[in-house]
């Protein structure tokens, strides 16, 4: 442990020395290298520390691991993209994607550019899981924590073959076709169907936007019921 503590202190000498140097020429001013996130003219770091300070504010709604919760109400959000969970994220901050429960939260504390990276990466690391291990303790706190990371998703009724045609053909492209979701393109299943569903209704009225929104107009609510279907069986 010392002898690693010695190592890191004499690379740190060395760098400084070398940085000395470097500033003797008057660095240029620091580039982005492709790809690279910069706050304020710095390289972004990710602060797990922070990260964890922030999730105390969401986790009264999402769930300390995001599971989302409150019948599904609140979405899971862990293990979602990290660049779509802050793309939305920013859109709540601006008013562009309407969320009445979140506004004080967005605004209030006034989650900077570091507070939202550091937290959407946190929240994508996050595995969940759909159902209880099978040699749950005994011990009543021990099972809590465990149930943290179990998201569960009430089945939908409705014609699994239908709704799954239907997600195969028209949905599949983009979300997966599991329903895991790509980049941008966030996962649909296992997500809370309540919250899927009021998604949709925002699309159809036009509060939120969603690509050939003429497509969702056109199928009936018995569609809807098979597709609600299809995605909460895929819990596995
Ligand atoms: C008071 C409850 C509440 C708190 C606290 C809260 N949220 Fe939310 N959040 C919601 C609700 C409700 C929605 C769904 C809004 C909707 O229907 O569009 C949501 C949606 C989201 C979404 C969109 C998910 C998706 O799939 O598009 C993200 C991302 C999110 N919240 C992140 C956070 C983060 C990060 C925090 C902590 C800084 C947080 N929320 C704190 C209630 C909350
Ligand atoms: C051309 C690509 C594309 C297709 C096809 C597509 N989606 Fe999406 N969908 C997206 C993108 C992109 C988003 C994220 C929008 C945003 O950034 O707000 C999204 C978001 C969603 C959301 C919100 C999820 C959340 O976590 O808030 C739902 C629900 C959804 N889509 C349902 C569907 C359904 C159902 C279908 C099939 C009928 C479908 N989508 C087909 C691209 C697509």
Not at 85 to 91: E, G, H, I, S, T
Request: with cysteine.
């Amino acid at each position: 442990m010392m002898m690693i503590r010695h190592l890191g202190a004499a690379a740190a000498f060395i760098l400084a020395l070398v940085s000395a140097a470097d500033a003797q020429q008057a660095p240029p001013p620091v580039a982005a290298a492709p790809g690279q996130i910069m706050i304020k003219g710095k390289p972004y770091v990710y602060d797990r520390d922070n990260a964890m300070d922030v999730m105390r504010i969401c986790a009264g709604c999402h769930g300390e691991l995001g599971a989302g919760g409150g019948g599904g109400s609140y979405p899971r959000l862990g293990g979602l993209n990290a660049d779509y969970l802050a793309d939305q994220m920013r859109k709540f901050k601006s008013r562009e994607r309407e969320n009445i429960p979140m506004i004080p939260f967005a605004v209030d504390r006034e989650l900077n550019e570091q507070d939202v990276l550091d937290v959407t990466r946190f929240l994508s690391e996050v595995k969940l899981d759909t159902k209880p291990p099978a040699d749950m303790p005994n011990d009543g706190y021990a099972r809590l924590q465990i149930m943290k990371k179990v998201l569960q998703i009430p089945r939908e009724a409705g014609d699994l073959a239908a709704g799954k045609e239907f997600y195969g053909n028209d949905c599949a492209p983009c979300h997966g076709r599991k329903g895991e979701g790509r980049l941008k393109k966030p996962l649909l299943a296992p997500q809370h169907i309540s919250y899927l569903k009021v998604q949709v209704a925002s699309f159809l009225s036009g509060k939120r936007p969603h690509d050939d929104v003429e497509l969702l107009k056109s199928k009936s609510e018995t569609e809807w019921a098979n597709l609600w279907a299809y995605l909460s069986s895929l819990q596995d």
